[in-house]
């Protein structure tokens, strides 16, 4: 089996130069996944990084798109019908600017959740979500960064048809994927620095029980890849919370091509929502 190339994205939206977005870069071989990089490139840099290499498949831990709700306000604000396709809201969104965006989002006051935030108790949040997290200015930039992606060695789901020989670009949510393996899905997140030895021992029991999934539960996930990585990996995982997810962002990419039975087709659900507000492809359990 020839090498492939899978990417995993921690996406920051903060001002920072560079911010705490985090790249992973997983080779799949013969003896699964294994993650050769995983370094904090900012989100200035994030699409000079994807499209030095040819890649099966990226996965992106940020919002693809807005709630139904908002982007019918928003086509009302503009005095437009409403918007039919992820192309035509982003051209709207970038002509209003990031500033305007926010801003809209602000005196529409709520911050209801997409389809897919919702989907058998998810645990994401709401693309509109003020608070912390803030979620606006992160989403406004991912859809800016999909639109840059060039057209003909990028495409993504579920928006875009499949193009042969180009990169599937899917949202995922690494929480939701902790939670399928039944593994801790919170308190590895970095806050304060009392915290710290605490957080840590969580990611290191995190990072070592998928490293072990094949080993102990290999029936169970039986087309779930090998995840493997060197101790200096690991130990950038243990150190970061943003490495840890973009890691987890990895393999959950690599998962969904090599494990498709553990993920729901959105267009199975019969709501044309999803073609608008996007789908955060997480691996379930058949129920």
């Known amino acids: 089996m020839a090498e492939r190339l899978f990417y995993g994205v921690d996406y920051s939206g903060a001002s920072a130069v560079p911010n705490n977005t985090w790249l992973a870069t997983g080779r799949m071989g013969t003896l699964g996944l294994e993650i050769i990089d995983v370094r904090k490139v900012g989100s200035l840099g994030l699409k000079d990084e994807l499209i030095k290499h040819k890649a099966v498949a990226v996965g992106i831990d940020s919002p693809f798109s807005l709630p139904v709700e908002f982007l ?41 959740k997409r389809v897919t935030d919702k989907w058998k108790g998810s645990l994401a949040i709401s693309p509109l979500h003020r608070g912390n997290p803030s979620m606006v200015q992160m989403t406004y930039q991912c859809i800016q960064l999909l ?33 399928f393996f039944q593994l801790k899905e919170s308190g590895y997140k970095s806050k304060d620095k009392k915290d710290e030895p605490q957080v840590t021992s969580v990611r290191h029991e995190i990072i070592h029980s998928l490293l072990e999934i094949k080993e102990k539960r ?50 199975s659900l019969d709501d044309l929502d999803v073609l608008l507000e996007g789908w955060i492809y997480r691996p379930m359990q058949a129920s």
């Not at 990169?167 to 939701?176: G, K, N, Q, S, T």
């Open 218 to 267: 290999g029936l169970t996930y039986r087309n779930v890849p090998k995840l493997s990585m060197n101790k200096n990996m690991i130990t950038s995982v243990i150190n970061s919370d943003h490495a840890l997810d973009a890691v987890i962002a990895c393999y959950t990419t690599a998962m969904f091509v090599e494990a498709k039975e553990f993920f729901t087709d959105p267009f």
């Open 72 to 112: 019918h306000y928003m086509a009302r604000k503009e005095q437009r019908t409403p918007y039919q396709t992820f192309q035509e809201m982003a051209e709207a969104l970038f002509h209003l600017g990031q500033t305007g965006f926010i801003e809209l989002a602000k005196e529409f006051k709520r911050e209801p």
């Open 147 to 179: 639109a840059m992606l060039p057209a003909d060695r990028f495409y993504t789901l579920p928006f875009q048809f499949e193009i042969e020989d180009a990169c599937a670009v899917i949202e995922v949510y690494p929480r939701d994927t902790l939670r």
